[in-house]
């Protein structure tokens, strides 16, 4: 059927975003009325933060450095605060510099590097690194191409709501890519997926539908409802 030759979604490739609260010189605050001074000021006692070892300010000044916000851009110093927070646990630190590897910016590609990056965000829950990851092993980039590995991994970025991941984790069920093939569960997890609003589940969804049959239909979306409820029942989950 059209639907088993959607192909699966790439990684993600843009970095994780300072927070809000950092201001840089010539961007106002959130309320519209910083100055330069202000915001400048800001930057520096986010740099003193840094220094003394504050990994979330080590991650946001990175990201300061990383897209020039107030500053030149330099991805070298980018590299170096990001690698400080990471090395702290900082997860969004540690998903960053799987990016800046994985795609050769300011370093060397290296799938190696971005495998390792991408895990230690992954195991502290990140469901960004959780994704990319399970791309890296569906893709076999730098490793031995796993596909039970990889839907595993689909399966916990989307169970924290990352609506790629469970578009993705649809297309292995539909396909039967490390696991057998399960139509119900690919609706499911497409359903799951349109839902949080990503604009190709519902294409998908509907040349399923026309595969199947009445009772299937009915079975299926009964299938769909009862994998909602179980993840919205969920405890809080780490976020990104």
Aim: proline share 4%.
């Amino acid at each position: 059927m059209d639907s088993l030759r959607i192909p699966i979604i790439g990684v993600a490739v843009l970095l994780l975003a300072a927070c809000g609260a950092v201001q840089t010189p010539k961007t106002p605050t959130a309320q519209g009325t910083g100055s330069g001074a202000a915001a400048e000021e800001s930057r520096a006692s986010l740099e003193a933060r840094a220094k003394k070892g504050d990994a979330g300010a080590q991650f946001d000044l990175g990201a300061v450095y990383h897209d020039g916000e107030g500053v030149p851009k330099d991805l070298k110093l980018a590299r170096e605060w990001f690698l400080k927070a990471a090395k702290q646990g900082e997860s969004r630190a540690q998903f960053n510099l799987g990016i800046m590897y994985y795609v050769g910016e300011g370093v060397k590609q290296d799938y190696g590097q971005a495998k390792e990056w991408f895990q230690k965000a992954a195991d502290s829950g990140n469901m960004r690194g959780q994704f990319n990851l399970a791309v890296i092993f569906y893709r076999g980039e730098g490793v031995k191409q796993d596909f039970a590995k990889a839907l595993a991994l689909f399966t916990l970025a989307g169970k924290q709501g990352f609506t790629e991941a469970q578009f993705n984790v649809g297309v292995m069920y539909a396909k039967g890519e490390g696991v057998p093939q399960d139509i119900g569960k690919a609706y499911a997890w497409f359903t799951l997926s349109e839902q949080g609003g990503n604009p190709r589940a519902p294409e998908v969804i509907k040349n399923l539908e026309r595969e199947l049959k009445p009772e299937q239909l009915t079975l299926v979306k009964k299938m769909a409802a009862a994998l909602e409820k179980e993840l919205v029942s969920r405890p809080g989950v780490q976020g990104e």
